[in-house]
């Protein structure tokens, strides 16, 4: 599932937006402020990030510079009408698309549909690992180890893609659960490390000395394949 982020202090617009962008299937969080908005960002793990220029504590410049310090997560900004300096501006301090206010939900639910489109096509279909020993075919939902099929269930294919596509990153329990089964999940933690010792058991020569899935103590799970 996709997660959008909203910051926008106006209730009336993030809730319409909310309501709109969640028909169309997409896990949305909102923060009526820049400080909720920031540690929401934090937290989870989110693919786009609609945020309001005009805050009232942190303003939208100073976030979008914030969360590009350490993402590269595709971010809206919303405006008001014809402050086409703060357009400028915006562009340079890394805001991916402007939309400027009043704008018609329609009209902003289109334009994140087609940003999706745009990056799950730029997306390989196949990732591939070790000279081609471990093969993940996105599109198929398969895996092969040494050439030979392993079944996967759903929720494992998820969680190993998710750490696959993001190699070398260490992913928490939380973006997992977020990745793999939405924000609205309420599991443990736990889940994750069930479905991660029986992709193991699959995936792995030794289990208890992988070298595709390593546990990064206390804090989650790291892709370790070449
Ligand atoms: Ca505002």
Known sequence: MN??????????VSEVLKAYLEKDGYG?????NGVNGLELFNKHDFHLIILDLMLPDIDG????????????????????KGALSDKIEGLNIGADEYLVKPFSPRELT?????????????????????????????????VTVKGEEVPLTPNEFDILYALAENKGKVLTREQLIDKVFGLDFEGFDRTIDVHIKNIRKKIEEDNR???????VVR??????GE
């Open 219 to 224: 804090v989650g799970y790291r892709f370790g």
């Open 209 to 215: 000395n992988p070298k595709y899935i390593i546990t």
């Open 3 to 12: 997660n959008i982020l909203i910051i926008e202090d106006e209730e009336k």
């Open 110 to 142: 289109a334009r994140v549909n087609a940003l999706f489109r745009r990056i799950g096509g730029k997306q390989s279909d196949i990732l591939s690992f070790d000279n081609g020993n471990l093969i993940i075919h996105k599109e198929k939902r398969t």
């Open 28 to 32: 949305v969080y909102t923060a009526n």
């Open 61 to 80: 410049e100073e976030i979008c510079k914030r969360i590009r310090q350490t993402s590269e997560v595709h971010i809206f900004m919303l405006t008001a």
